[in-house]
């Protein structure tokens, strides 16, 4: 291993990257939602008022996902607390 640092910096982009995973699966999750929300809308219109409610709620939770898995990404990448300890280190 020639730069212990580089490897750092490298593994905390492989993270960033799988958190950003959270944001490309968050629009498939929000797209299956209103999909079967919609489909139960269809199948019974009386209960449209109740499926609508819950699905604005399963909307908002897996958007917050996705903007978490962005936040951490971001962090990773721009304000790695890891990096800073091992520059401290050396």
Do not use: K
Not at 67 to 87: C, E, Q
């Amino acid at each position: 291993m020639q730069d212990p640092l580089a490897f750092v910096i490298a593994i905390a982009q492989l993270s960033a990257a799988i958190a950003l995973m959270v944001g490309v699966l968050t629009c498939l999750g929000q797209g299956r939602i209103a999909a079967t929300a919609i489909e139960a809308m269809a199948r019974q219109p009386e209960s449209a008022g109740t499926v609508r409610g819950t699905m604005i709620v399963g909307l908002a939770m897996s958007e917050t996902a996705g903007i978490y898995g962005l936040f951490i990404s971001i962090v990773l990448l721009f304000a790695n607390p890891m990096v800073d300890r091992f520059i401290a280190l050396m």
